[in-house]
């Protein structure tokens, strides 16, 4: 059994503090222990031997008494005197340190004059010395004589500042009462083997993840804005307005209209001599005929006339809507009263006859596909909740833990489809069925766009995944401000413009028609596509003119988008395997810059090579071995050097770590610690070197790590 413990008692107080010692020290028997912290004391009880990093490089190693030998002043003298005494006098190499208390002083002693110890104890007593004592050098003062910051406390900034700290043990005696027993029973309790440290199987890694979702997801803030309120209303507005529009082979009757001059209000009318006073057509003013476009807008308004000489009829729909109309009206009761057929004038009714309605433009055919899209867009939020757990190193807790990155992936997208996808694929039946919508129309159109709806899921899903982990790499705040607005943004522009255009150019239809066939390899557009490929077919809900034939022939092309969505989900789930499976990729150097991955020469420092020499001795425990860690860091827009810079994270680490020990590794903010756990823990590749767990043993030239946590046999706690 392995742990790694990253900082553990970090922000505790002091009683849980000493609660967490004691667990730590509970579980060293049959384990290899290795922890990073910042409490030095913390180090000094609990660790069997201390290595001391700094920018990336082992300084020192050995048990917490050799580093105070060996890097310490020595001793501390204090004592309180009326008299003064000269030390040095017994103890030649002391040295006297200043004190601000009259009567109180204080020596250095170095190592090396224990012998003389008992001669001075006795002649500080026979002066009447008191409070006397003899302190052996602190870690403190070793870690900063050797692991100190640099002045300007650059670092990797992925661990905090230095901090220390002393507590006296709890007065509860042997019950505890937060605990609410004893503590020895407590601490059996936690190191307890509860579950087997068997390999979990491949339901069992995909249900713990997914109850790790389901448990802690709707906690994120945002979450159930983005998941359920938001598609929400799109679903409600998209069926809504999906009725908007006229109906393709409707009946359409016209009302009558009655047109007679007497209803227009005082115009002319130029081209008649004259109008009898007893007709319809008295309101109308006859005029002489303009000779100029001038003559047009001066008097009174010009409702029309006729040119006898070319028999040209013009009309003003600007005076009357009808002009033209009652022009012709005109023309015909003077015809009429100069063959003296009609001394009343002719008043008649103008009424269309019936017709079908040809095609309108139909703007359900863009909004409901559109609308729907926005509804499931969930699925593709499952980037937001792969960052989130990147950024809190749950990822890196589940790969320990035995569980590969694949399984964790493949539980949050199955928590996605169970929380997002499912409930509103109920809502979207429950609405189009009750509002009798055209997608859930007889002739197979409800088939087709249930599978559409299933097929949108399967391909849209690890697309998100894909995102998260190869193309978007932000911490999950910066990205849920940017994403959403972007993602859906990028939902609407294309079909929207595709099949508007469609529409407004139906002699272009086969060509674009083949540019939406091009276009449904993104399994978003797919997803419109089919859906406006099930409206186009007909208006009508129960239509008996439309056949299952029909929905499913070459022509109508719903079967191609729900094809290429099935083609590309499986294609972006074998990626997504391939990427899940296979470690990150190593820095990427120039031939000049190969020389930053090689280790530093440790054969000079005896203690050093000591270690690592253990960590090559076998692979049992934990080991590390010459780990190397490069960046490359993208320079400051205002650096006059466009080039990256190399930043050596760490410069060839190395440790062995048995059973029944206690590692603990120190060193200030920027020194590597964090970046060496990450190296064991899978989240980084090394550049050089490789890591032993347990007898696994991953070196840094090969693709797959999942095997070296395979067996459940690590545990892994990050700093919160």
Same mark, same amino acid.
């Given at each position: ?20 010692? @004691?667990?730590?020290?509970?579980? %060293? ?69 200043? !004190? ?22 006795? %002649? ?47 007065? @509860? ?30 339901? %069992? ?11 802690? #997801?709707?906690? +994120? ?58 007709? !319809? ?41 009808? =002009? ?18 009609? #001394? ?14 040809? #095609?309108?433009? *139909? ?35 589940? *790969? ?13 997208? #199955? ?52 995102? =998260? ?27 929207? =413009? ?13 060509? +674009? ?15 419109? *596509? ?86 090559? *001795? ?33 410069? /060839? ?28 823990? /899978? ?38």
């Amino acid at each position: 059994m392995l742990a790694h413990l990253s900082e553990p008692t970090a922000g505790l107080d002091p009683y849980n503090r000493r609660t967490i010692w @004691d667990m730590i020290i509970a579980a %060293k028997k049959g384990r290899s222990i290795i922890l990073t912290t910042h409490f030095l004391d913390e180090a000094d009880i609990l660790s069997d031997r201390i290595g001391i990093i700094k920018d990336g490089k082992l300084l020192t190693c050995g048990s917490s008494l050799f580093l105070k030998h060996h890097f310490g002043v020595g001793y501390t003298l204090k004592f309180d005197c009326a008299e003064y005494f000269d030390v040095t006098t017994v103890i030649g190499e002391a040295e006297e340190l200043p !004190s601000l208390v009259k009567g109180s002083h204080e020596w250095s002693i170095k190592h090396g004059t224990e012998r003389r110890f008992p001669k001075l104890l006795a %002649k500080l007593s026979s002066i009447g010395a008191s409070n006397v004592t003899v302190d052996l050098t602190t870690l403190e003062e070793v870690f900063l004589k050797t692991g100190k910051e640099d002045a300007d406390g650059s670092g990797e900034g992925e661990e905090d500042g230095m901090e220390n700290g002393r507590f006296e043990d709890s007065e @509860d005696g042997e019950r505890d009462l937060e605990y609410g027993g004893s503590k020895d029973d407590f601490l059996k309790q936690v190191w307890s083997h509860r579950a087997s440290q068997s390999p979990l199987g491949f339901l %069992k890694k995909f249900l713990l993840v997914l109850t790790f979702m389901m448990t802690n #997801a709707w906690k +994120i803030k945002g979450a159930v804005f983005h998941n359920i309120v938001m598609p929400l209303v799109y679903v409600v507005i998209g069926f809504l307005v999906s009725n908007i529009g006229g109906t393709e082979g409707e009946i359409i009757v016209s009302s009558p209209t009655r047109i007679t001059a007497a209803e227009v209000g005082p115009a002319s009318f130029f081209g008649i001599s004259r109008f009898d006073q007893s007709i !319809s057509l008295s309101p109308l003013q006859p005029i002489e005929p303009p000779q100029t476009v001038e003559d047009y807008f001066n008097g009174s308004p010009i409702l029309g006339g006729y040119y006898a000489e070319n028999s040209t009829l013009q009309f003003n729909p600007r005076v009357d809507a009808l =002009a033209l109309q009652i022009g012709i009206s005109v023309l015909s009761n003077i015809s009429e009263l100069v063959n003296g057929n009609s #001394a009343e004038g002719i008043a008649t009714n103008l009424q269309q006859v019936p017709y079908e309605a040809e #095609a309108p433009f *139909r703007i359900d055919v863009i909004i409901l596909p559109l609308l729907l899209s926005f509804g499931f867009v969930g699925v593709a939020f499952v980037v937001l909740d792969i960052l989130l757990l990147k950024g809190d190193n749950i990822v890196e807790l589940f *790969r320990v833990a035995g569980i590969t990155e694949f399984h964790t992936y493949l539980g949050v997208a #199955a928590y996605k489809v169970l929380t997002t996808f499912l409930p509103f694929l109920v809502v979207v039946l429950a609405l189009g069925l009750s509002l009798d919508s055209v997608i859930f129309g007889n002739g197979g159109r409800w088939l087709a766009t249930i599978l559409v709806m299933l097929a949108y899921a399967y391909a849209t899903a690890p697309l998100g995944l894909i995102l =998260a982990k190869r193309f978007i790499h932000g911490d999950y705040k910066a990205v849920a401000n940017w994403f959403p607005g972007v993602y859906m943004t990028l939902l609407a522009i294309p079909y929207s =413009a595709w099949s508007s255009t469609l529409q407004a150019l139906p002699e272009k239809k086969d060509l +674009i028609l083949a540019i939406g066939d091009v276009l449904s390899i993104i399994p978003p557009f797919g997803f419109q *596509r089919g859906l406006g490929g099930i409206l186009d077919i007909s208006s009508v809900a129960n239509d008996k003119n439309v056949t299952w034939s029909d929905v499913w022939s070459f022509e109508a092309r719903i079967w191609l988008p729900l094809l290429i969505m099935l083609c590309v989900g499986t294609m972006e789930w074998m990626y997504l395997y391939r990427l899940t499976t296979r470690r990150p990729k190593k820095t990427a150097l120039k031939q000049d810059e190969i020389s930053a991955i090689a280790p530093v020469d440790v054969s000079d420092d005896p203690d050093i090579t000591e270690e690592r020499e253990r960590g090559q *001795r076998d692979d049992e425990g934990i080991n590390a071995r010459d780990l190397v860690k490069v960046f490359k860091i993208v320079p400051d827009k205002k650096s006059k050097s466009k080039e990256p810079i190399i930043k050596r994270a760490v410069k /060839g680490m190395s440790c062995g770590i048995r059973r029944n020990e206690i590692y603990a590794l120190l060193g200030p903010n920027g020194s590597g610690k964090s970046v060496t756990m990450s190296m064991m823990a /899978g989240k980084y590749t090394p550049d050089n070197g490789c890591v032993a767990l347990d007898g696994q043993v991953a070196s840094d030239d090969i693709d797959a790590i999942d095997h070296l946590y395979s067996r459940c046999s690590i545990a892994y706690c990050r700093k919160y």
